[in-house]
C-alpha cells in the first residue's frame, strides 16, 4: 500500500510539473524530493534510488547526454528525415509566425491575445472610404458591368486610376495611398457589398502582383521608374505564373527563359530569351506590363557557373515585340478582366528581372513571402464583404417577404439557414481582421493567411447558398435588382484562386503550420543539416529534449483537461464566454499531442496523408478563427447584444473541431493508437453541440431587427441609398416596412378585419376613410407599399435583350416557330 502511494505520488508530481510545463532540472529535484520522503518514511530503499539516478544522471549531465544519447539519435533522425523540395523549403521559411502558433503549441496565453490591438482606420483612410469609395460604387452600374458590357465603364476606370484605387499598397513617396492592410481590407469589403468586378479588378494589383513585388526586390531604378507609373494608372500589371500545365502545382511551370545575348534598341546586350504560355492571368487583357514567372536556364554560363538557376520573375512591357496578350477568359457571370498571354522566345534585357541578376532563382520566394501577405487580404475581405452583405439582405428580405401570413425568416427552418449566414457574418469579419491586423503589426503570417482565405471563402459559398435558398425565386431572376446571384455565380473563383482551397486545406494550413508552429520540429529539421558535427549535436540535443518535455507535458495536459472539459483552466473572463476560452484550452492541448503523434508515426508519410493533415488543420483553423472572435467582442466593449452571434460562431467552430478531433482518430492510420487516444481526449463521448435552435431564433432575429448588433454586423458595407444600390435600398426598405406595421394594425383593427399585409396604398385609403391615422401615416403606408414592392418583384425582359448575339433576334427564333405552328395546329383541329 506504502510502496503504491509513492507511486501515485509520483505520478502526481509528474503530471503536476507537465501540466505547467517545468524545466528537467526542475522535475528531477521535484521527484528527488518525492522519493527522499519516500525513504525517510522507510517506504523508499536503495533500488528505487539506484533506478533514479540511472535514469536522471545521464539526462542532466549535457556532455552524457549528448554523447551517448544525442549523437546516436541524430544519426537515426537523418536516416528517416523528411526529404523537402526547395520549393517546399522556400515556402516553409517564408513568412512569420504569429497567434496561431501558440494555439498550436497547447498553452495560449489569452492576455497576449487580447492585448494585441485592435486594427482601426487612420482619418486619411476613413476619409477615403467616405469619399472616393462611396463615389465610386455610386457611379458603377453592377448589371450593366456584368451583363450588358462585360466590363467596367471607362469612366470607371478612370475613376479608379485617379484616385489611387490601384496603388493602396504602393508607398507615399512613389506616389500611393500607403494604406494599412485593415484600410485595404475595408475598401475591398466595401466594393464587393456593390460589385464583385470591382473588388476583383481593385484587388488583385494590391495583392500579389509587381507594385508588391517591386516594393520589396526592386532595382532602385525599377521602383523609380515603375511604382509612380503604377500609382497613377499609367501602367496597369497583371502577374501571370500560372500555366495550362501547371496550376497549383506552380513550382512546375514550363515556362522558360534563357540567358543569352541579343539585339536591343540597337546594341547587343545580355538578356533573356522568353517563352512562355500562361492563362487565367487577371488584368492581362488591360495589362500594360506583364509580371512574368518562368524558369530560368543559363547554359553558356553569362550569370554564374549554375546553368540551372530556377523560378525567376521579370517584368515585361505587354507590347514588346512578342508577347501576345488580350483575349479574355469569361470568369463565371464575373466579368472581371482575365485572359491568356504568350511568347515565343521573347528577347528582353537581364535588367527586366525584378531585383536584377542578382535576384535570379529567387522568384519562387519572392512569390510565397508576398503570398503570405497578400492571401491574408484580398480574398478573404472580398468574401467578408460578401457574407456581411448576405446577412443584412437576408435578414431585411425574410422580414420583410410573407408566406402563410408570416415573415418568411419566423419559420423555423428558415431560421436554420438564416442564422449560419449571421453567425459566418460574424467571424468572417472577426478574422479577417485579426489576420490584416496581424500584417499591419508587421507579420508576414502564411498559415494565419492560408487559413483565413480558406475558411473564409467556404464561408462565404455556404453564407451565398443559404441566401439563395431564403430568397427563393427572388434570388435566382436575374436582372439590375437582383443582388445575390452575381455573388453566387462567383463563389468558386475565390475558392479556386491563390491557392484551390482543397490544397490549401490538405497540403497548406497543416503542411506550413506543422513545421512554423511548432517550437522545436524546424530546430531539429535545421540542426540535422549543419554541417559542423559538435554544433549539430548540441543544437539537436536542445531541440530534441525540449520537444520530449513538450510532449510529456502535452500528454498529461490533454489527459487532465480532456477528463474537466477544461473546466479548472484559465479563461480572462467570467462570463458567458468563460466556456468557450476553456474548451479552446482543451482543444490546443489536444491538437499539440496530436501533432507528435502524427509526426511521429507518419514521419514524412505525413505529407501524403492529406486527409489526415487536413484534420489537423481543421482545429487549427477552428482554434484560430474562435480565439478571434472572443478578441472582437472584446474590442468591440463586449456589447452584451452581440453575444448570440458570439456564442453562435463560437459554438459553431468547437462542434466543428470536435468533429475533425473525432474523426482523426477514427481514421488514424494507427488504428490502437486512434483507439486509445479517442478515450482519453474523449472520455464522455463528443459534449460539446453546434448552435441550437433557441441560438439560430436569436440570431435570425438580429439579422431582421434594425438594432446596434445588425449595425456592427454590416460595418464598412456600401448601403447608401440611390437608385443604383439594391442593398443599401432593401436596408430602407426594412425601415419602411417596420414602420408601417403599427399603422397596419391599427387600421386592421379598426376595420374589424385582418387585411393581408400587401396593397398597403389601400389599406391606407380605409385607414384615412375610418379617420384612425393621419396623412402622414397613411404616406409611411403607401411608402412601405412601394418598399415592399421592389422588394419582392423581379426583373423581366423583352425577349431579345437577353440574346448576346443580336443577330440573332433578326432571325426567326425557335419560340415563334413554336408559336406558329401551334397557331397553326389549333386552327386545323377547329377546321
Ligand atoms: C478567375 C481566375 C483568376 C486567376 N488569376 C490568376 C492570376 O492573376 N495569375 C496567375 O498566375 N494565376 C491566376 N489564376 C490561377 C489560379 O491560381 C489557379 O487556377 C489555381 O492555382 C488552381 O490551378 P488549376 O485551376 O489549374 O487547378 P488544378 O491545379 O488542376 O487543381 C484541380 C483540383 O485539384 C486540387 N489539387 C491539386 N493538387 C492537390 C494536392 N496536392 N492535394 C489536394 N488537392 C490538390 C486543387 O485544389 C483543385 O481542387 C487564376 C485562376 C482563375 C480561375
Given at each position: 500500500m506504502s510502496v503504491f502511494l509513492v507511486c501515485v505520488a509520483l505520478l502526481v508530481a509528474t503530471g503536476i510539473l507537465a501540466y505547467h510545463r517545468a524545466s528537467l532540472t526542475l522535475f528531477t529535484a521535484a521527484l528527488a524530493g518525492v522519493l527522499l520522503i519516500g525513504t525517510f518514511s522507510d517506504i523508499v530503499g536503495f533500488w528505487s534510488w539506484l533506478v533514479f539516478l540511472i535514469v536522471a544522471l545521464p539526462l542532466n549531465i549535457a556532455s552524457v547526454r549528448q554523447q551517448h544519447l544525442t549523437k546516436p539519435l541524430l544519426a537515426l533522425y537523418r536516416k528517416i528525415m523528411p526529404e523537402m523540395s526547395t520549393t517546399e523549403k522556400e515556402a516553409i521559411d517564408a513568412g512569420t509566425t504569429w497567434w496561431e502558433g501558440d494555439l498550436f503549441r497547447g498553452n495560449p496565453d489569452w492576455h497576449k491575445m487580447h492585448n494585441f490591438p485592435q486594427p482601426r482606420l487612420s482619418a486619411e483612410e476613413q476619409a477615403f472610404l467616405d469619399g472616393p469609395v462611396e463615389e465610386l460604387l455610386a457611379m458603377t452600374d453592377d448589371w450593366h458591368t456584368t451583363h450588358e458590357r462585360a466590363d467596367l465603364a471607362p469612366e470607371v476606370y478612370q475613376y479608379l486610376k485617379d484616385h489611387g484605387f490601384f496603388a493602396m499598397i504602393i508607398k507615399k513617396e512613389y506616389g500611393g495611398l500607403e494604406f494599412s492592410a485593415y484600410a485595404q481590407s475595408c475598401v475591398l469589403q466595401k466594393l464587393t457589398s456593390k460589385s464583385m468586378v470591382l473588388s476583383s479588378i481593385v484587388g488583385v494589383?494590391?495583392?500579389?502582383?509587381?507594385g508588391e513585388l517591386l516594393q520589396h526586390y526592386g532595382t532602385d531604378e525599377q521602383k523609380n521608374y515603375y511604382l509612380p507609373r503604377l500609382a497613377k494608372g499609367i501602367d496597369v500589371p497583371c502577374f501571370a505564373l500560372t500555366s495550362p500545365e501547371a496550376g497549383s502545382d506552380a513550382g512546375a511551370i514550363p515556362d522558360v527563359g534563357i540567358v543569352c545575348k541579343g539585339q536591343w534598341q540597337g546594341e547587343e546586350v545580355l538578356g533573356l530569351k522568353l517563352t512562355w504560355n500562361k492563362r487565367y492571368i487577371t488584368l492581362a487583357p488591360i495589362a500594360t506590363v506583364l509580371g512574368l514567372a518562368f524558369k530560368l536556364y543559363d547554359p553558356d554560363h553569362l550569370l554564374s557557373e549554375e546553368e540551372d538557376r530556377g523560378i525567376t520573375c521579370a517584368l515585361i512591357p505587354a507590347d514588346t515585340p512578342g508577347v501576345k496578350i488580350g483575349r479574355?477568359?469569361?470568369?463565371?457571370?464575373?466579368?472581371?478582366?482575365n485572359g491568356p498571354t504568350q511568347g515565343e522566345e521573347v528577347f528582353v534585357p537581364i535588367s527586366y528581372i525584378i531585383g536584377g541578376p542578382e535576384m535570379a532563382g529567387q522568384g519562387w520566394r519572392m512569390l510565397v513571402e508576398c503570398l503570405s501577405?497578400?492571401?491574408?487580404?484580398?480574398?478573404p475581405s472580398n468574401s467578408t464583404g460578401g457574407i456581411k452583405a448576405a446577412a443584412l439582405s437576408t435578414g431585411a428580405y425574410a422580414r420583410i417577404r410573407r408566406q402563410f401570413k408570416l415573415p418568411v425568416g419566423k419559420m423555423e427552418?428558415?431560421?436554420?439557414?438564416?442564422?449560419?449566414i449571421g453567425g459566418y457574418a460574424y467571424m468572417a469579419d472577426a478574422s479577417t481582421s485579426m489576420s490584416v491586423g496581424a500584417i499591419d503589426l508587421g507579420e508576414k503570417p502564411s498559415v494565419v493567411s492560408a487559413i483565413t482565405k480558406y475558411h473564409m471563402t467556404e464561408r462565404m459559398r455556404t453564407a451565398i447558398n443559404d441566401a439563395m435558398d431564403v430568397h427563393g425565386g427572388k434570388g435566382i431572376c436575374m436582372g439590375p435588382n437582383n443582388y445575390l446571384a452575381r455573388g453566387y455565380q462567383g463563389a468558386p473563383v475565390a475558392i479556386t484562386v491563390e491557392g484551390a482551397n482543397i490544397l490549401t486545406r490538405n497540403m497548406i494550413i497543416y503542411g506550413q503550420g506543422a513545421i512554423r508552429c511548432h517550437p522545436y520540429v524546424l530546430a531539429e529539421l535545421q540542426a540535422a543539416q549543419l554541417t559542423d558535427e559538435g554544433a549539430a549535436v548540441t543544437a539537436f540535443d536542445k531541440a530534441l529534449f525540449g520537444h520530449i518535455g513538450f510532449a510529456i507535458s502535452n500528454f498529461f495536459r490533454t489527459f487532465w483537461l480532456s477528463l474537466t472539459g477544461g473546466a479548472f483552466s484559465h479563461s480572462p473572463y467570467n462570463d458567458d464566454t468563460a466556456r468557450y476560452y476553456k474548451q479552446m484550452n482543451?482543444?490546443?492541448a489536444a491538437l499539440a499531442l496530436m501533432s507528435d503523434v502524427a509526426m511521429?508515426?507518419?514521419g514524412g508519410d505525413l505529407k501524403r496523408r492529406e486527409r489526415i493533415s487536413a484534420r489537423l488543420g481543421d482545429i487549427l483553423s477552428m482554434l484560430y478563427i474562435t480565439s478571434s472572435v472572443l478578441k472582437r467582442y472584446q474590442d468591440e466593449g463586449r456589447q452584451v447584444q452581440d453575444l448570440p452571434l458570439v456564442k453562435w460562431a463560437c459554438e459553431d467552430n468547437m462542434a466543428k473541431a470536435q468533429l475533425a478531433l473525432t474523426e482523426l482518430f477514427d481514421?488514424?492510420?494507427?488504428?490502437?493508437?486512434?483507439?486509445?487516444?479517442?478515450?482519453?481526449?474523449?472520455?464522455?463521448?463528443r459534449t460539446l453541440r453546434k448552435p441550437s435552435d433557441m441560438l439560430d431564433h436569436q440570431v435570425s432575429r438580429i439579422m431582421m431587427t434594425p438594432c446596434e448588433a445588425r449595425n456592427r454586423l454590416g460595418k464598412h458595407l456600401y448601403l447608401t441609398v440611390e437608385p443604383g444600390n439594391q442593398l443599401g435600398r432593401v436596408e430602407q426598405a426594412l425601415l419602411d416596412v417596420l414602420a408601417a406595421e403599427p399603422l397596419f394594425d391599427k387600421v386592421s383593427k379598426a376595420s374589424g378585419k385582418r387585411l393581408p399585409f400587401f396593397k398597403l396604398h389601400e389599406v391606407a385609403d380605409i385607414g384615412l376613410e375610418l379617420g384612425v391615422i393621419n396623412k402622414q401615416e397613411a404616406d409611411k403606408l403607401r411608402k412601405a407599399e412601394d418598399s415592399r414592392l421592389f422588394v419582392i418583384n423581379v426583373d423581366?425582359?423583352?425577349?431579345?435583350?437577353?440574346?448576346?448575339?443580336?443577330?440573332?433576334?433578326?432571325?426567326?427564333?425557335?419560340?415563334?416557330?413554336?408559336?406558329a405552328e401551334s397557331k397553326k395546329q389549333t386552327k386545323t383541329a377547329a377546321a
Open positions: 494589383p494590391n495583392s500579389l502582383g509587381p479574355r477568359h469569361f470568369p463565371l457571370n464575373v466579368p472581371f478582366q501577405v497578400g492571401r491574408a487580404i484580398t480574398l427552418g428558415v431560421e436554420e439557414a438564416m442564422a449560419r482543451r482543444f490546443s511521429g508515426t507518419l481514421n488514424f492510420p494507427n488504428r490502437v493508437i486512434g483507439i486509445v487516444l479517442k478515450r482519453i481526449v474523449f472520455p464522455f463521448g423581366d425582359f423583352e425577349p431579345d435583350y437577353l440574346a448576346a448575339d443580336k443577330t440573332l433576334t433578326q432571325q426567326p427564333n425557335g419560340a415563334e416557330a413554336l408559336k
